[in-house]
């Protein structure tokens, strides 16, 4: 069974910053794209953060500029999202998910795997 565990988020200030951590289980990330979304109340859930296999090549939303950088580790099983500067707007459930073929890395649909998402909550 696949499990999608992320966990990191919590209440931060403006300014601040948060580290979010995937760990995985019942797959090998190594044969998985890995990507981050989030979801804020009332919105739909928007793509974030994306890597490839072997880390070498990063996608991210337009909003994200340059605050943001995903991670991985497949010795580990582990993917990371460092998030720097964050703003209030940035408040949402984060998300991991997993790409088990192909796909575009930016679409939730390309997805096979989520987990149930960690709390990011970013005060004024």
């Known amino acids: 069974q696949v499990h999608l565990v992320e966990s990191g988020g919590g209440l931060v200030q403006a300014g601040g910053s948060l580290r979010l951590s995937c760990a995985v289980s019942g797959i090998t990330i190594n044969n998985h794209r890995m990507g981050w979304f989030r979801q804020a109340p009332g919105k739909e859930r928007e793509f974030v953060a994306g890597v490839e296999w072997s880390g070498t090549y990063t996608y991210y939303g337009d909003f994200v500029k340059g605050r943001f950088t995903i991670s991985r580790d497949n010795a580990k099983n582990l993917v990371a999202l460092q998030m720097n500067s964050l703003k209030p707007e940035d408040t949402a459930v984060y998300f991991c998910?997993?790409?088990?073929?192909?796909?575009?890395?930016?679409?939730?649909?390309?997805?096979?795997?989520w987990g149930q998402g960690t709390q990011v909550t970013v005060s004024s």
């Open positions: 998910a997993a790409i088990a073929g192909e796909g575009d890395i930016k679409l939730m649909s390309s997805y096979n795997y």
